[in-house]
């Protein structure tokens, strides 16, 4: 089993800027990527960013490209997700999702999943 445990959601204004971190134990060998998720109150779950933990392959949501940005500590095996230029659509809640193979923008495709933490954006 794999755990996953995000941190660093929060409250900011728009324009700002937060990092989410979400740190994996157990039987890390069993995921090969990872992925963020949000979701808004009323929406669904939508894909933000993924990563690859071999080859550090990334991908991005039309919405958050050129704002965000994923990235990984294989030593720590630790995701970040760097989000600058907040705006206040994206306020949810934000998820970290682990997989075997490569990322995919389906949440389906994700076995595991923290419990997500409340990203804030005030405008």
């Known amino acids: 089993q794999v755990q996953l445990v995000e941190s660093g959601g929060g409250l900011v204004q728009a324009g700002g800027s937060l990092r989410l971190s979400c740190a994996a134990s157990g039987r890390t060998s069993s995921v090969s990527a990872m992925g963020w998720f949000r979701q808004a109150p009323g929406k669904e779950r939508e894909f933000v960013a993924g990563?690859?933990?071999?080859?550090?392959?990334?991908y991005y949501a039309d919405s958050v490209k050129g704002r965000f940005t994923i990235s990984r500590d294989n030593s720590k095996n630790t995701v970040y997700l760097q989000m600058n230029s907040l705006k206040p659509e994206d306020t949810a809640i934000y998820y970290c999702a682990g997989r075997k193979y490569i990322a995919t923008i389906s949440s389906d495709d994700y076995n595991y999943w923290g419990q997500g933490t409340q990203v804030t954006v005030s405008s």
């Open positions: 990563i690859n933990w071999s080859g550090g392959g990334t």
